[in-house]
């Protein structure tokens, strides 16, 4: 009954905004690092953010420094991603993981739970 839910995602104009949240279940976040992912059909799936369990560390894809933003609340057991400045470039599914180990990383192996993603499409 682990799971991971996100939302949040949806249809915006380039420069818009959107917020994508993501509450887990069945366990708590507190003791997993969180990353995002992001999928664009024939292109290798791209590491996003992570954040550590306590949300002092976090890291970002190059392609999204300045505009992005990974922040927690653990008492409400979600993640969040602040998306700002949005491009077409950023069109994509969206998925957060939770991984055990005790290191940030934007590469999707060794993360253990992950969500069924939600949508984003960036277009004008």
């Known amino acids: 009954q682990v799971q991971l839910v996100e939302s949040g995602g949806g249809l915006v104009q380039p420069g818009g905004s959107l917020r994508l949240s993501c509450v887990a279940s069945?366990?708590?976040?507190?003791?997993?690092?969180i990353g995002w992912f992001r999928q664009v059909p024939g292109k290798e799936r791209e590491g996003v953010s992570c954040?550590?369990?306590?949300?002092?560390?976090?890291m970002y894809a190059d392609s999204v420094k300045g505009r992005f933003t990974v922040s927690r609340d653990n008492a409400k057991n979600t993640v969040y991603l602040q998306m700002n400045s949005l491009k077409p470039e950023d069109t994509g599914i969206y998925f957060c993981?939770?991984?055990?180990?005790?290191?940030?990383?934007?590469?999707?192996?060794?993360?253990?739970?992950w969500g069924q993603g939600t949508q984003v499409t960036v277009s004008s």
């Open positions: 069945g366990f708590s976040l507190d003791t997993y690092r």
């Open positions: 954040i550590s369990s306590s949300g002092r560390v976090t």
């Open positions: 993981a939770a991984r055990r180990r005790l290191l940030c990383r934007l590469s999707g192996h060794d993360y253990d739970y």
